[in-house]
Protein backbone atom coordinates (compact mmCIF):
# COMPACT_ATOMS: atom_id res chain seq x y z
CA UNK A 1 0.00 0.00 0.00
CA UNK A 2 1.09 3.25 -0.74
CA UNK A 3 1.25 6.18 1.75
CA UNK A 4 -1.22 8.99 0.48
CA UNK A 5 -2.09 11.10 3.42
CA UNK A 6 1.14 13.12 3.71
CA UNK A 7 0.48 17.04 2.31
CA UNK A 8 0.81 17.01 -1.41
CA UNK A 9 3.92 19.43 -1.14
CA UNK A 10 5.56 16.72 -0.09
CA UNK A 11 4.69 14.51 -3.10
CA UNK A 12 5.94 16.39 -6.19
CA UNK A 13 8.31 13.53 -7.15
CA UNK A 14 5.60 10.93 -7.46
CA UNK A 15 2.80 12.72 -8.74
CA UNK A 16 1.54 14.04 -12.02
CA UNK A 17 -0.94 16.43 -12.74
CA UNK A 18 -1.65 15.83 -16.63
CA UNK A 19 -2.14 19.22 -17.22
CA UNK A 20 0.28 22.01 -15.67
CA UNK A 21 -0.60 23.60 -12.70
CA UNK A 22 -1.06 27.24 -13.46
CA UNK A 23 1.81 28.26 -11.01
CA UNK A 24 4.25 26.06 -12.49
CA UNK A 25 3.92 27.25 -15.94
CA UNK A 26 3.89 31.32 -15.24
CA UNK A 27 6.32 31.75 -12.61
CA UNK A 28 8.54 28.43 -11.70
CA UNK A 29 9.25 28.14 -15.36
CA UNK A 30 7.35 24.54 -17.14
CA UNK A 31 7.57 21.22 -16.75
CA UNK A 32 9.07 21.39 -13.16
CA UNK A 33 6.05 19.97 -11.45
CA UNK A 34 5.97 21.76 -8.26
CA UNK A 35 3.43 21.26 -5.30
CA UNK A 36 -0.18 20.87 -6.51
CA UNK A 37 -2.65 23.60 -4.73
CA UNK A 38 -5.39 21.97 -3.47
CA UNK A 39 -7.45 19.72 -0.95
CA UNK A 40 -7.57 15.85 0.20
CA UNK A 41 -9.88 13.95 1.25
CA UNK A 42 -8.84 10.84 2.06
CA UNK A 43 -11.98 8.78 2.22
CA UNK A 44 -11.24 5.14 0.68
CA UNK A 45 -7.90 5.84 0.98
CA UNK A 46 -5.41 3.54 -0.79
CA UNK A 47 -5.54 0.62 1.03
CA UNK A 48 -9.03 0.54 0.02
CA UNK A 49 -8.89 0.16 -3.37
CA UNK A 50 -6.01 3.12 -3.79
CA UNK A 51 -8.70 5.59 -4.35
CA UNK A 52 -8.47 9.02 -2.85
CA UNK A 53 -10.10 12.28 -3.68
CA UNK A 54 -8.29 15.01 -4.47
CA UNK A 55 -10.68 18.27 -5.37
CA UNK A 56 -13.36 16.36 -6.40
CA UNK A 57 -11.58 13.86 -8.76
CA UNK A 58 -10.37 10.62 -8.22
CA UNK A 59 -6.94 9.39 -8.45
CA UNK A 60 -5.07 6.36 -9.65
CA UNK A 61 -1.43 4.78 -8.26
CA UNK A 62 0.19 3.91 -10.60
CA UNK A 63 2.93 1.32 -9.94
CA UNK A 64 6.22 2.66 -11.78
CA UNK A 65 6.72 -0.21 -13.74
CA UNK A 66 3.49 -1.01 -14.79
CA UNK A 67 4.01 2.46 -16.63
CA UNK A 68 0.16 3.18 -16.66
CA UNK A 69 -0.97 0.87 -19.65
CA UNK A 70 -4.90 0.27 -19.14
CA UNK A 71 -4.85 -1.93 -22.57
CA UNK A 72 -2.20 -3.30 -24.28
CA UNK A 73 0.07 -1.46 -26.92
CA UNK A 74 -0.74 -3.60 -29.39
CA UNK A 75 -4.41 -3.15 -29.14
CA UNK A 76 -3.35 0.66 -28.91
CA UNK A 77 -1.85 -0.24 -32.50
CA UNK A 78 -4.08 -2.00 -34.28
CA UNK A 79 -6.99 0.50 -33.25
CA UNK A 80 -5.15 3.20 -34.50
CA UNK A 81 -4.27 1.15 -37.84
CA UNK A 82 -8.15 -0.19 -38.60
CA UNK A 83 -9.33 3.57 -37.97
CA UNK A 84 -6.57 4.83 -40.72
CA UNK A 85 -6.92 2.52 -43.22
CA UNK A 86 -10.77 2.98 -43.16
CA UNK A 87 -9.66 6.65 -43.60
CA UNK A 88 -7.43 6.17 -46.31
CA UNK A 89 -9.33 3.97 -48.52
CA UNK A 90 -12.63 6.38 -47.69
CA UNK A 91 -10.36 9.20 -49.28
CA UNK A 92 -8.97 7.20 -51.73
CA UNK A 93 -9.08 9.93 -54.76
CA UNK A 94 -7.19 12.62 -52.88
CA UNK A 95 -4.11 9.85 -51.91
CA UNK A 96 -3.40 9.46 -55.72
CA UNK A 97 0.21 11.29 -55.13
CA UNK A 98 1.55 8.67 -52.45
CA UNK A 99 0.09 5.87 -53.88
CA UNK A 100 2.05 6.31 -57.18
CA UNK A 101 5.24 6.09 -54.74
CA UNK A 102 4.24 3.46 -52.63
CA UNK A 103 5.35 -0.10 -53.43
CA UNK A 104 3.41 -2.45 -55.78
CA UNK A 105 2.70 -4.86 -53.14
CA UNK A 106 0.64 -2.21 -51.05
CA UNK A 107 -1.06 -0.54 -54.04
CA UNK A 108 -2.80 -3.92 -54.97
CA UNK A 109 -3.50 -4.67 -50.88
CA UNK A 110 -5.28 -0.80 -51.46
CA UNK A 111 -7.20 -1.51 -54.33
CA UNK A 112 -8.48 -5.40 -52.83
CA UNK A 113 -9.56 -3.06 -50.29
CA UNK A 114 -10.96 -0.87 -52.00
CA UNK A 115 -13.25 -3.34 -54.18
CA UNK A 116 -13.80 -4.74 -51.34
CA UNK A 117 -15.26 -1.45 -49.51
CA UNK A 118 -17.40 -0.22 -52.48
CA UNK A 119 -18.90 -3.69 -52.34
CA UNK A 120 -19.78 -3.57 -48.72
CA UNK A 121 -21.38 -0.19 -49.47
CA UNK A 122 -22.90 -1.41 -52.52
CA UNK A 123 -21.65 1.78 -54.63
CA UNK A 124 -21.72 0.83 -58.22
CA UNK A 125 -18.09 0.52 -59.45
CA UNK A 126 -18.35 3.37 -61.71
CA UNK A 127 -18.28 5.78 -58.96
CA UNK A 128 -15.10 4.04 -56.84
CA UNK A 129 -13.05 6.95 -58.62
CA UNK A 130 -15.20 9.41 -58.07
CA UNK A 131 -15.23 10.96 -54.46
CA UNK A 132 -14.82 10.98 -51.07
CA UNK A 133 -17.85 8.94 -50.00
CA UNK A 134 -18.22 9.07 -46.28
CA UNK A 135 -17.33 12.05 -43.71
CA UNK A 136 -14.43 10.98 -41.36
CA UNK A 137 -17.25 10.97 -38.17
CA UNK A 138 -19.05 8.31 -40.27
CA UNK A 139 -15.86 6.36 -40.73
CA UNK A 140 -15.13 6.13 -37.45
CA UNK A 141 -18.53 5.14 -36.53
CA UNK A 142 -18.37 2.07 -39.36
CA UNK A 143 -14.81 1.00 -37.97
CA UNK A 144 -15.09 1.69 -34.39
CA UNK A 145 -18.85 1.70 -33.50
CA UNK A 146 -18.99 5.20 -32.10
CA UNK A 147 -18.32 8.80 -33.25
CA UNK A 148 -17.39 11.58 -31.04
CA UNK A 149 -17.46 15.03 -31.45
CA UNK A 150 -17.02 18.63 -29.50
CA UNK A 151 -20.04 20.04 -28.20
CA UNK A 152 -21.07 22.43 -24.79
CA UNK A 153 -20.63 20.87 -21.82
CA UNK A 154 -22.91 19.22 -19.75
CA UNK A 155 -20.84 20.95 -16.96
CA UNK A 156 -21.41 24.45 -16.45
CA UNK A 157 -18.70 27.24 -16.91
CA UNK A 158 -16.67 24.01 -18.21
CA UNK A 159 -16.47 25.06 -21.85
CA UNK A 160 -16.87 22.76 -24.74
CA UNK A 161 -16.38 18.75 -23.94
CA UNK A 162 -16.40 15.64 -26.29
CA UNK A 163 -19.23 13.58 -26.62
CA UNK A 164 -20.26 10.34 -27.50
CA UNK A 165 -22.77 11.26 -31.04
CA UNK A 166 -23.36 7.96 -31.97
CA UNK A 167 -23.23 4.08 -30.97
CA UNK A 168 -21.30 2.72 -28.00
CA UNK A 169 -17.93 2.81 -26.50
CA UNK A 170 -17.08 -0.74 -25.22
CA UNK A 171 -14.88 -0.68 -22.04
CA UNK A 172 -11.00 -0.53 -22.83
CA UNK A 173 -11.41 0.94 -26.39
CA UNK A 174 -9.23 3.53 -27.82
CA UNK A 175 -12.29 6.47 -27.83
CA UNK A 176 -10.07 9.32 -28.66
CA UNK A 177 -6.19 11.07 -29.14
CA UNK A 178 -4.47 14.05 -27.32
CA UNK A 179 -3.39 15.96 -30.64
CA UNK A 180 -0.52 18.45 -30.24
CA UNK A 181 2.90 19.39 -30.30
CA UNK A 182 5.43 17.20 -28.60
CA UNK A 183 8.12 18.58 -26.13
CA UNK A 184 10.73 16.79 -24.35
CA UNK A 185 11.39 17.91 -20.88
CA UNK A 186 14.29 20.59 -21.68
CA UNK A 187 12.82 21.99 -24.96
CA UNK A 188 11.31 25.66 -24.63
CA UNK A 189 7.73 25.64 -24.52
CA UNK A 190 7.25 29.26 -21.94
CA UNK A 191 5.27 31.30 -24.23
CA UNK A 192 3.46 28.78 -25.64
CA UNK A 193 2.26 27.92 -22.16
CA UNK A 194 1.52 31.47 -20.92
CA UNK A 195 -2.38 31.05 -20.39
CA UNK A 196 -2.56 27.67 -21.89
CA UNK A 197 -4.43 24.91 -20.40
CA UNK A 198 -4.08 22.70 -23.37
CA UNK A 199 -0.53 21.16 -22.09
CA UNK A 200 -0.76 17.48 -20.93
CA UNK A 201 2.22 16.55 -18.85
CA UNK A 202 3.67 12.24 -19.80
CA UNK A 203 4.54 10.51 -17.01
CA UNK A 204 8.37 10.87 -18.05
CA UNK A 205 7.97 14.68 -18.46
CA UNK A 206 7.38 15.04 -22.01
CA UNK A 207 4.70 17.62 -22.78
CA UNK A 208 2.03 17.66 -25.60
CA UNK A 209 1.15 21.34 -26.14
CA UNK A 210 -2.90 20.65 -27.79
CA UNK A 211 -4.33 23.98 -27.92
CA UNK A 212 -5.59 25.03 -31.41
CA UNK A 213 -4.77 28.93 -31.12
CA UNK A 214 -2.77 31.30 -31.03
CA UNK A 215 1.47 30.62 -31.29
CA UNK A 216 0.79 26.68 -30.16
CA UNK A 217 -1.07 26.54 -33.43
CA UNK A 218 1.64 28.36 -35.47
CA UNK A 219 4.27 25.73 -33.92
CA UNK A 220 2.20 22.87 -34.87
CA UNK A 221 1.78 23.96 -38.58
CA UNK A 222 5.74 25.03 -39.00
CA UNK A 223 7.07 21.54 -37.35
CA UNK A 224 4.25 19.82 -39.51
CA UNK A 225 5.07 22.17 -43.06
CA UNK A 226 9.14 21.05 -41.84
CA UNK A 227 8.40 17.26 -41.63
CA UNK A 228 6.81 16.59 -44.69
CA UNK A 229 8.61 14.31 -47.69
CA UNK A 230 7.08 15.26 -50.75
CA UNK A 231 3.55 14.46 -51.27
CA UNK A 232 4.09 12.39 -47.71
CA UNK A 233 2.70 14.23 -44.65
CA UNK A 234 4.19 12.99 -41.24
CA UNK A 235 1.50 14.59 -39.50
CA UNK A 236 -1.99 15.67 -39.42
CA UNK A 237 -2.46 19.35 -38.92
CA UNK A 238 -6.72 19.29 -39.70
CA UNK A 239 -7.55 18.88 -36.00
CA UNK A 240 -6.23 22.77 -36.14
CA UNK A 241 -9.34 23.63 -38.50
CA UNK A 242 -13.06 22.51 -38.19
CA UNK A 243 -12.31 19.75 -41.16
CA UNK A 244 -11.18 17.44 -39.00
CA UNK A 245 -9.52 14.64 -40.91
CA UNK A 246 -8.55 12.28 -38.10
CA UNK A 247 -12.36 12.10 -35.99
CA UNK A 248 -10.06 10.48 -32.83
CA UNK A 249 -8.05 13.70 -32.39
CA UNK A 250 -10.31 15.69 -30.30
CA UNK A 251 -8.82 14.29 -26.60
CA UNK A 252 -7.31 17.44 -25.62
CA UNK A 253 -11.18 19.17 -25.62
CA UNK A 254 -12.16 15.99 -22.64
CA UNK A 255 -13.10 18.07 -19.27
CA UNK A 256 -11.72 16.74 -15.68
CA UNK A 257 -14.02 14.37 -13.82
CA UNK A 258 -15.70 16.18 -10.84
CA UNK A 259 -17.72 14.38 -7.68
CA UNK A 260 -20.82 14.15 -9.90
CA UNK A 261 -18.95 13.29 -13.03
CA UNK A 262 -16.50 9.99 -12.22
CA UNK A 263 -13.96 10.18 -15.08
CA UNK A 264 -15.40 7.10 -18.03
CA UNK A 265 -11.81 7.51 -19.68
CA UNK A 266 -8.32 7.45 -18.74
CA UNK A 267 -4.79 8.83 -20.92
CA UNK A 268 -3.01 6.31 -22.26
CA UNK A 269 0.65 7.06 -23.90
CA UNK A 270 1.39 5.26 -26.94
CA UNK A 271 4.99 5.71 -28.96
CA UNK A 272 4.56 4.62 -32.51
CA UNK A 273 6.54 1.96 -33.78
CA UNK A 274 9.16 2.55 -36.40
CA UNK A 275 7.29 0.27 -38.88
CA UNK A 276 4.44 2.30 -38.55
CA UNK A 277 2.77 2.69 -42.46
CA UNK A 278 3.85 5.71 -44.20
CA UNK A 279 0.89 5.95 -45.21
CA UNK A 280 -1.14 6.09 -42.29
CA UNK A 281 1.23 8.70 -40.67
CA UNK A 282 -0.72 11.68 -42.15
CA UNK A 283 -3.34 10.93 -39.65
CA UNK A 284 -1.24 10.94 -36.58
CA UNK A 285 -2.17 14.13 -34.72
CA UNK A 286 1.34 14.80 -33.08
CA UNK A 287 4.29 15.67 -34.06
CA UNK A 288 7.79 16.30 -32.50
CA UNK A 289 9.00 20.01 -31.53
CA UNK A 290 12.86 19.25 -32.65
CA UNK A 291 13.46 17.48 -35.79
CA UNK A 292 17.15 16.17 -34.65
CA UNK A 293 15.57 14.25 -31.78
CA UNK A 294 15.63 9.62 -32.45
CA UNK A 295 13.15 9.17 -30.33
CA UNK A 296 9.85 7.73 -31.76
CA UNK A 297 6.64 9.82 -31.35
CA UNK A 298 4.87 10.28 -28.81
CA UNK A 299 1.16 9.95 -29.13
CA UNK A 300 -1.57 9.98 -26.28
CA UNK A 301 -4.61 8.12 -26.54
CA UNK A 302 -7.73 7.89 -24.13
CA UNK A 303 -9.25 4.29 -23.18
CA UNK A 304 -12.51 3.81 -22.04
CA UNK A 305 -12.96 2.65 -18.69
CA UNK A 306 -16.22 1.55 -18.66
CA UNK A 307 -18.48 0.84 -21.44
CA UNK A 308 -19.66 4.39 -22.35
CA UNK A 309 -23.36 4.89 -24.20
CA UNK A 310 -24.53 7.44 -27.19
CA UNK A 311 -24.80 10.76 -25.48
CA UNK A 312 -23.18 10.43 -22.62
CA UNK A 313 -19.85 13.11 -22.32
CA UNK A 314 -16.63 12.19 -21.68
CA UNK A 315 -14.51 12.68 -18.21
CA UNK A 316 -10.97 11.72 -17.94
CA UNK A 317 -8.83 12.55 -14.67
CA UNK A 318 -5.88 15.36 -14.77
CA UNK A 319 -4.42 13.94 -12.00
CA UNK A 320 -2.73 10.66 -11.95
CA UNK A 321 0.00 9.28 -8.75
CA UNK A 322 2.44 7.07 -9.18
CA UNK A 323 3.25 4.62 -6.86
C1 LIG B 1 -7.88 20.92 -21.48
S1 LIG B 1 -9.11 22.14 -21.39
C2 LIG B 1 -10.58 21.25 -21.74
C3 LIG B 1 -11.42 21.94 -22.81
C4 LIG B 1 -12.20 23.14 -22.32
N1 LIG B 1 -13.42 22.71 -21.70
C5 LIG B 1 -12.50 24.12 -23.44
O1 LIG B 1 -13.62 24.27 -23.87
O2 LIG B 1 -11.54 24.74 -23.93
C6 LIG B 1 -9.11 22.36 -19.67
C7 LIG B 1 -10.00 23.48 -19.20
O3 LIG B 1 -11.37 23.08 -19.27
C8 LIG B 1 -12.07 23.55 -18.12
N2 LIG B 1 -12.50 22.40 -17.31
C9 LIG B 1 -12.08 21.14 -17.43
N3 LIG B 1 -12.70 20.34 -16.55
C10 LIG B 1 -13.53 21.11 -15.85
C11 LIG B 1 -14.44 20.87 -14.79
N4 LIG B 1 -14.63 19.65 -14.28
N5 LIG B 1 -15.15 21.92 -14.31
C12 LIG B 1 -14.99 23.17 -14.82
N6 LIG B 1 -14.14 23.45 -15.83
C13 LIG B 1 -13.41 22.44 -16.34
C14 LIG B 1 -11.10 24.39 -17.34
O4 LIG B 1 -11.26 25.73 -17.79
C15 LIG B 1 -9.76 23.86 -17.78
O5 LIG B 1 -8.73 24.82 -17.66
Redesign the pocket.
Known amino acids: PHNVTQSAEKRPEKERAR?LPRAARTTRGVGRGGGLAGAWDSRGGAEEGGRERWRGGTLRYVPENCRDKIIPDEDVLATLLKVFQALFVSDFNRQTDILVLLPETIKSKYRDLLITHHQRTELPRCNIQQQNIYKPGEVLFNTLGFSISRET?S?I?????VFVTKGFVPKGAVVSMYPGTVYQKHEPIFFQSIGN??IFRCLDGMLIDGNDKGISKVVYRSCNGRDQLGPFKMSDSTWLTSEIQNPLAVG???????NDKEANVCYQEFDVPELFPLEFKQYLPNIMYSCDIQSPLRCVVLVALRDIQQGEELFSNYYTIIN
Open positions: FSLSAGKGPFQYVNNCS
